[in-house]
């Protein structure tokens, strides 16, 4: 039996807001316009999600994820493609 889950990690670029006293007035997306599914035995949490699919973020020309939800295997099969599935790295601590 597989010790793993399935999350959607949605990723985008983030909204360029200028900054008051040093702080960010608003913190956004321009567009959240892909995800990729990923194995993890954990929920990572954003920046292990990152540095998980940062040479992919980096290809896409995104600057980080904003969206990280549980999925089903299921799902997986139906939205994503799936065919090196059983060869996918699995996120670890």
């Not at 999600?49 to 139906?78: C, M, N, S, W």
Request: aromatic letters at 14%; one cysteine or more.
């Amino acid at each position: 039996m597989s010790n793993y889950k399935f999350y959607e990690l949605d990723c985008g670029v983030k909204a360029k807001e200028n900054k008051e006293y040093g702080c960010e007035i608003c913190r956004g997306l321009v567009d959240a316009e892909y995800s990729i599914a990923i194995k993890a035995e954990h929920e990572p949490t954003f920046e292990e999600a990152e540095e998980f699919i940062k040479d992919d973020l980096k290809r896409l020309g995104y600057d980080g994820v904003y969206g990280i939800t549980p999925i089903t295997e299921y799902e997986v099969h139906q939205f994503f493609d799936d065919s090196n599935i059983d060869n996918w790295k699995v996120m670890k601590r």
